[in-house]
């Protein structure tokens, strides 16, 4: 037992003699590990103190408890006066050059645009929904009147994660399952906005992963007339107070009779490239909601109508601010997002 309590003591003095000899933080980390670290000469003497006879390990141990936590007081109180006489050499820094400003972050242009739309159909009476991008089969397709074998599946060609759930197409799922939710509830306003999923090119008007906008309305002696004056509010609201659009027949299987919906483009109807030369660019589709999906929600088509809308939130941006690739929406340059800082919701 004495020869071990006269080691313990030896290392004790040998550790304090290199710890105020130390002149820096790197030798005094070292210190530290040659006597205190998990294969350091401290520790490996405390770990032979179970092979000592029982009626000495107790005081061997306070011995040895002791010294570590001498040492480690030691090593604490040199860190800090090391610390705190280390010279910084002031000539290194010139306080009379300007600061370096902060990298403040903005809004994605995509996030712009969403949010203006969002704001200017709340304003119009309309609530903010969220709906799952995951979706079932039924949800995506059958509810909205495309049963399994029809010819409008094989446009949307469909990410699916099993026979019967796929990632969503469209938002036009959320229209269900919210009538399902609030049926009989009249009148409904809703706008989904939110990310899909198809299968297709990658290139300038087309990608696998965009953002739509769902827009639905159920009451009592909706129409077509209704449909439309929200919807040239909101074209006026989104691309100017001059804008006028015009509806043209298309089909889609939730809706009928169904539209494609254009806004009078920015050359006045002159020409340009933007718009072909037609002086119109299409913006939308819409329709009188499916009287088969007014049904699947758990609305009488005898009592209520509806109308709905599918808005490109890519497209929106693409026209309102003069952009002719969406893929710049996606490549996180730099340069590219900085242009909209302060555009906020105007036309560039």
């Not at 030691?74 to 050499?89: E, F, I, N, T, Y």
């Not at 979706?135 to 949307?156: C, G, S, W």
């Not at 809703?190 to 087309?206: E, K, L, M, S």
């Not at 089909?251 to 020409?271: K, L, N």
Request: proline share 6%; charged share 25%; glycine share 8%.
């Amino acid at each position: 037992m004495v020869c071990l309590e006269r080691d313990i003591e030896q290392l004790t003095e040998e550790a304090r003699r290199l710890i105020e000899e130390a002149t820096d933080l790197a030798q005094l980390d070292a210190i530290r590990i040659q006597y205190l670290g998990r294969r350091g000469k401290l520790t490996v003497l405390l770990r032979s103190l179970g092979q000592q006879p029982p009626e000495v390990r107790p005081r061997l141990g306070r011995v040895a408890n002791e010294a570590k936590q001498l040492l480690q007081r030691l090593l604490a109180d040199k860190r800090q006066m090391l610390v705190k006489s280390a010279k910084v050499p002031t000539e290194a820094y010139d306080v009379t050059l300007p600061g370096i400003s902060p990298l403040v972050g903005r809004r994605h242009p995509l996030s712009l645009v969403r949010r203006q739309m969002e704001e200017i159909f709340i304003g119009l009476g309309f609530e903010v929904v969220e709906g799952r991008e995951v979706e079932t089969d039924f949800y995506n397709f059958v509810a909205l009147n495309i049963p399994k074998d029809h010819p409008a599946r094989d446009m949307q060609s469909s990410f699916y994660l099993s026979e019967e759930i796929l990632l969503r197409t469209q938002t036009s799922p959320v229209q269900v399952r919210v009538m399902r939710e609030r049926a009989p509830q009249v009148p409904l306003r809703i706008v989904a906005p939110g990310r899909v999923y198809r299968r297709g090119d990658d290139d300038a008007t087309h990608s696998p992963v965009f953002h739509q906008m769902e827009l639905l309305a159920v009451d009592v002696g909706l129409s077509m007339a209704h449909m439309k004056g929200v919807l040239l509010d909101f074209a006026r609201k989104m691309f100017g107070p001059d804008r006028k659009i015009r509806l043209r027949p298309s089909y889609f299987p939730f809706t009928e009779p169904s539209a494609e919906v254009d806004v009078s483009c920015f050359c006045d109807g002159e020409g340009c490239r933007l718009c072909d030369g037609t002086g119109w660019l299409e913006i939308l589709g819409a329709g009188m909601v499916h009287p088969v999906v007014l049904r699947n929600g758990g609305y009488d088509p005898e009592y209520v109508s509806g109308f709905a809308a599918g808005l490109g939130i890519e497209r929106v941006a693409m026209l309102k601010y003069g952009v002719d690739d969406i893929r710049h929406f996606y490549r996180n340059d730099l340069s590219f997002l900085a242009c909209f800082e302060d555009m906020g919701g105007g036309w560039m």
